[in-house]
């Protein structure tokens, strides 16, 4: 059966809606979003802040492992950071070479290093020779920046210098998350570099897993945006659920999407909130019509007070677990 890893998502998946998609199921390890390196020895709050998991075994409570990851292009403090969370025991650490993110690129940070294939290798050596062999190091990347070209060379740059795995989203740069997915890349990749490659992009259904794992050749598959669309994807690929989405796999949802709710409120500003919710509603929507529907009466509300009453009303009696707002 192929692996299957939940992809860091800045912005989107944290700690808190990794807790409740591992809760869910099926995956073998989840990634963070980044931890920014630039210039300072970062103290151990600061990684886990990104990842509490780090105060939990490295484990989401539903035993999910949770490997860290770091995004910076100085060799020497990627290095000394490495070590100073590897001090934490991460089940693994992660390198983003794959951000397309402008205000990460103009800081030469993320995808803007795929034009440097040299110092992604220094990057890679330097880490993997700061960190206990027992953490795995592993890295993300694109196809490039603006073109393809490099594409190669970087994968091997990256396993040469230490990477135990490769995840390659199969888009450059400045593809951003246009669809389609280049997965027809990865045979080449596969055939120049000595360790797995898993495959990243456009991966929503089953069928889309099926055909990407028969074009790519990778066994594993990393789950972006369609993990957060469906929580329960990761349970279709393995057989565990339907494999269309159900009413009530809704139903059962529902508990999810407060607990998800009340971890928000637990860790933002009441006024950002609101918002978090309104994001994963709308990913949701393109499984449940449901989601349409509570995502529509939820859009208006700026009160958190007005989103918990909703949420409690949608619930069973029992399965209420959300606090009166403050």
């Not at 059962?252 to 950002?272: I, S």
Request: glycine share 8%; charged share 20%.
């Amino acid at each position: 059966m192929s692996r299957l890893l939940l992809a860091p998502m800045e912005g989107l998946a944290d700690d808190v809606l990794r807790e409740v998609l591992t809760r869910v199921g099926g995956y073998d390890h989840a990634v963070t979003e980044f931890v920014r390196v630039s210039g300072t020895l970062l103290p151990a709050r600061a990684f886990t802040r990104i990842s509490p998991e780090l105060l939990n075994g490295g484990k989401t409570e539903a035993g999910t492992p949770v490997v860290v990851q770091l995004l910076g292009s100085d060799p020497a403090c990627m290095a000394g950071n490495a070590a100073r969370l590897a001090q934490l025991a991460p089940p693994g650490i992660d390198l983003n070479f794959g951000c397309p993110a402008p205000c990460v690129n103009r800081h030469r940070g993320g995808a803007a290093l795929l034009g440097e294939p040299e110092l992604l290798n220094a990057i890679v050596a330097a880490v993997r020779a700061a960190v206990p062999a027992a953490i795995p190091v592993s890295a993300k990347m694109r196809l490039g920046i603006a073109d393809t070209a490099l594409a190669i060379d970087c994968a091997t740059a990256l396993a040469e210098g230490g990477a135990a795995s490769l995840v390659v989203h199969a888009r450059t740069k400045e593809q951003g998350y246009k669809p389609p997915a280049h997965w027809e890349w990865f045979a080449a990749i596969r055939a120049a570099v000595p360790v797995p490659v898993i495959a990243n992009g456009e991966v929503w259904t089953v069928d889309d897993w099926r055909r990407c794992r028969a074009v790519s050749g990778c066994a594993d598959v990393m789950l972006g945006r369609g993990a957060v669309s469906d929580p329960y994807l990761a349970r279709r690929i393995r057989g565990d659920a339907a494999v269309a989405p159900t009413a009530d796999e809704w139903a059962a949802l529902l508990p999810q999407l407060a607990a998800f709710w009340q971890g928000v409120q637990d860790k933002v500003e009441a006024r950002h909130a609101p918002g978090r919710l309104k994001l994963w509603l709308g990913y949701l929507r393109r499984t449940w019509p449901q989601a349409e529907a509570l995502h529509a009466a939820i859009r208006p509300l700026r009160m958190p007070a007005e989103i918990t009453a909703l949420l409690d009303a949608l619930l069973p009696p029992h399965s209420s677990t959300i606090r009166a707002a403050a």
